[in-house]
């Protein structure tokens, strides 16, 4: 049995536990505030791109871009998968690393078993865990540049799009998905897995408002296509990176608020047994005293 002041320790380290978990909550909950904050400045710029491409989709107007143009055989596909530098998030990466094997089964059964997998993995949790895929020899595991990272935003996101633009234009790969936790609300994140390069039409035909009103484009559709499409691209980056980093501090929120709660159970029973514990010591020694005056 645990002697007083054994129970004192644990009690005092409980509650510093507690105290812990719960600031960390409070800026895991500011951080969640702020990345929701920049999904909504990015949405309507989102929104303006995707109904001008689709305007010009919908017109009688020819252009035509590499970005849009599909392989006509797929042997080498390029995932990137995002996931956190840190850890305290419960099961938050544990379920991007089992969403990205399902996505490439899903690949596998659509182009066949002969095909290449490259994955770009983004935070260094999510790089771990992606590492166990690395079994197959298909299937080739490596960090983001440098420069890129699970809390990266604005110039950085931009250069890691013009890259993948590069390489999907250049032919080092057929197909570029991307593998991220989407951003619902604080309490519901929902592992995403779409299709960035090559764009698709009916990307734009779904999202996109087309206005009623004949358009008159200026210098030229060719122009104007071929100038949008790398804008779309990096808000769509921009949009993917916002949501995954809400959906991580979302994950640290709830997982610091369950280990709160645990640290108050847990710190509630400790000190019923220390005061037990406490009591039966006082009882005890009355007992003596009371013992020792009736021996006199």
């Known amino acids: 049995m645990a002697t007083l002041r054994e129970l004192k320790g644990r009690i005092g380290s409980v509650a510093s536990s507690e105290k812990i978990t719960g600031a ?15 999904l909504r400045r990015l949405k309507p710029y989102r929104d303006n791109i995707e109904a001008i491409i689709a305007n010009l989709l919908s017109s009688d107007a020819t252009f035509a871009s590499p970005l849009t143009e599909p392989r006509g055989e797929v042997r080498r596909v390029s995932v990137v998968v995002l996931g956190s530098d840190d850890g305290l998030c419960g099961a938050y990466n544990v379920n991007i690393s089992k969403a990205l094997s399902e996505h490439i089964r899903a690949l596998d059964s659509q182009y066949g078993p002969a095909t290449a997998y490259s ?32 809390k990266s935003e604005g110039g950085d996101v931009k250069r890691l799009a013009a890259e993948l633009q590069r390489s999907y234009v250049s032919g080092e790969t057929d197909r570029i998905d991307i593998v991220y936790m989407g951003y619902i ?30 358009y008159l484009f200026e210098p030229d559709a060719q122009t104007i296509f071929s100038t949008v499409l790398p804008m779309f691209l990096l808000a769509q980056a921009q949009d993917v990176f916002c949501e995954n980093r809400a959906s991580e501090q979302a994950a640290r929120v709830m997982a610091m608020q369950s280990a709160n ?3 108050k159970k847990l710190l509630e029973q400790l000190q019923l047994e220390y005061n037990k514990l406490r009591q039966q010591s006082i009882t005890t020694e009355l007992l003596d005293i009371v013992g020792g005056q009736v021996k006199q």
């Open 24 to 38: 960390m909550k409070m800026i895991s909950s500011a951080k969640m505030h702020k990345a929701e904050q920049a």
């Open 119 to 150: 994955i770009i993995a983004v935070g260094r949790k999510m790089l771990k865990a992606a590492a166990r895929l690395a079994a197959d020899s298909r299937i080739s595991v490596e960090a983001a540049p440098e420069y890129i990272s699970a």
């Open 261 to 263: 709660d645990n640290a």
């Open 185 to 214: 609300s604080a309490g519901r994140q929902r592992v995403r897995a779409e299709q960035m390069l090559p764009l698709r039409a009916e990307t734009f035909a779904a999202s996109g408002t087309v206005s009623a009103k004949p």
